[in-house]
């Protein structure tokens, strides 16, 4: 059975101190990784798809990264605009998204 | 990319009820999921909507229960039948556009009482 499993469940920042986030995945025949950040009340938001290890993408102060087993999230330099529950999931098969239970990121100024 | 409204944001219903989630997706697509988030937990898929043909539900999820249709290429409803407390949950509506992103929408807020 595919399982996705993210870890911490939770990470208190001070603003400017880097961190990761951990997805580690059990699935056969990835077809994509996805990383979504949500806020309270309001839907998952669309940050990245990783297809293959070794493949690494960017948005402001996130970088996601892949291996065989596991992707990482790093946040350099948060702020508290940065405080986010952040979900992976990943694709198997028929378009399908299985997701992890989320961590939840707070960031202290 | 794709921008995703739903209908309505939230809503109070009394148990034995039904309530139709509406879903809009500023353009077409032929994937559209509908997922169920219970308070504090993860996303659960409960069924890919497909046009022209009757969704896929999963393991766990009846048609009689979350009956769901799919008129055109950009729009959807999920309806939640038969409520009970049980149901409270956020539903969230999905599209896959292309390529390799898959959007959601803000979600529809339910409480059964």
């Known amino acids: 059975e595919d399982q996705v499993t993210q870890s911490p469940e939770a990470l208190r920042l001070q603003e400017g101190e880097s961190s990761s986030l951990n997805c580690s995945y059990t699935v056969s025949g990835l077809r994509g990784l996805f990383w979504y950040r949500q806020d309270p009340g309001k839907g998952p938001e669309f940050l990245f798809t990783l297809y293959s290890a070794g493949e690494e993408k960017e948005k402001e102060r996130l970088k996601a990264t892949l291996t065989k087993k596991e992707s990482f999230l790093h946040i350099t330099a948060p702020k508290p605009e940065d405080s986010a529950t952040y979900l992976c999931?990943?694709?198997?098969?028929?378009?399908?998204?299985?997701f992890g239970a989320g961590t939840t990121v707070t960031v202290r100024a | 990319s794709a921008v995703i409204s739903q209908k309505p944001s939230r809503d109070i219903c009394q148990r034995g009820t039904s309530l139709t989630i509406q879903c809009q997706v500023d353009s077409q697509v032929t994937m559209m999921f509908w997922y169920r988030q219970q308070p504090g937990q993860s996303l659960t898929l409960i069924a890919t909507a497909n046009q022209g043909s009757e969704a896929t539900y999963e393991s766990g999820f009846v048609i009689d229960k979350f009956p769901i249709s799919r008129p055109n290429l950009t729009f959807s409803t999920l309806t939640v039948s038969n409520m009970s407390p049980e149901d409270s949950s956020i539903y969230l509506c999905?599209?896959?556009?292309?390529?390799?992103?898959?959007?959601f929408g803000p979600g529809t807020r339910l409480t059964v009482t």
């Open positions: 999905s599209a896959r556009p292309s390529g390799g992103e898959q959007y």
């Open positions: 999931a990943v694709h198997v098969n028929d378009y399908k998204l299985s």
